[in-house]
T-cell receptor, first 114, second 117 residues
Framework: AQKVTQAQTEISVVEKEDVTLDCVYE???????LFWYKQPPSGELVFLIR??????QNEISGRYSWNFQKSTSSFNFTITASQVVDSAVYFC???????????FGRGTSLIVHP | NAGVMQNPRHLVRRRGQEARLRCSPM?????VYWYRQLPEEGLKFMVY????????ESGMPKERFSAEFPKEGPSILRIQQVVRGDSAAYFC???????????????FGSGTQLSVL
């Protein structure tokens, strides 16, 4: 069984603040893949990043960074110097090596105020 | 290159009517997923299809719900005799042809918001 927990339902910040979205996962497989998706107000989910279980290297892409820690089963997402356009619902997802079905977390709604 | 197309964007039905939701995957994609999104619940998997084949329908209610992905045409999610609890956003996602490698990202449509009166 696989499970993704996003404990933060909603986060509200002021523009230019840094914000971290938490993601904790559970799986019995040693091979698995983690994803983050962004759902802006328009509704369509957009892929942000993919990570496999053998690559714990953290990644930075502009103002976005991801911290993958197998020891704590976490794959957290940080936005530096947040902007109003970052306002969206962010989903963390897990796909275990033996499954074709990605499991999504509940999502975290991020509101960035000007 | 058109993305995943879902229609209608909004669908209103009265209790007892049928709802048909359509999804055209990206060009070259032959795998389709359907998810349901409810407030406070996130995205819940419903069904996974290949063309002319249901791979996994473990997330779909046994009663009233069905899905298909014919050789030609869009994938259809059909809900018969809708009830108020069926009100939700339904999202379709597609992945490229092949076995659907586990590390493949999903390409999502904009969803269909179903409202049952």
């Amino acid at each position: 069984a696989q499970k993704v927990t996003q404990a933060q339902t909603e986060i509200s910040v002021v523009e230019k603040e840094d914000v971290t979205l938490d993601c904790v996962y559970e799986t019995r497989d040693t091979t698995y893949y983690l994803f983050w998706y962004k759902q802006p107000p328009s509704g369509e989910l957009v892929f942000l990043i993919r990570r496999n279980s053998f690559d714990e290297q953290n990644e930075i892409s502009g103002r976005y960074s991801w911290n993958f820690q197998k020891s704590t089963s976490s794959f957290n997402f940080t936005i530096t110097a947040s902007q109003v356009v970052d306002s969206a619902v962010y989903f963390c997802a897990l796909r275990s090596g033996g499954s074709y079905i990605p499991t999504f977390g509940r999502g975290t709604s991020l509101i960035v105020h000007p | 290159n058109a993305g995943v197309m879902q229609n209608p964007r909004h669908l209103v039905r009265r209790r007892g009517q049928e709802a048909r939701l359509r999804c055209s995957p990206m060009k070259g994609h032959s795998h389709v997923y359907w998810y349901r999104q409810l407030p406070e619940e996130g995205l819940k998997f419903m069904v996974y299809l290949q063309k002319e084949n249901i791979i996994d329908e473990s997330g779909m209610p046994k009663e009233r719900f069905s899905a298909e992905f014919p050789k030609e045409g869009p994938s259809i999610l059909r809900i018969q005799q809708v009830v108020r609890g069926d009100s939700a956003a339904y999202f379709c996602a597609s992945t490229p042809a092949g076995q659907g490698s586990p590390n493949e990202k999903l390409f999502f449509g904009s969803g269909t918001q179903l409202s049952v009166l």
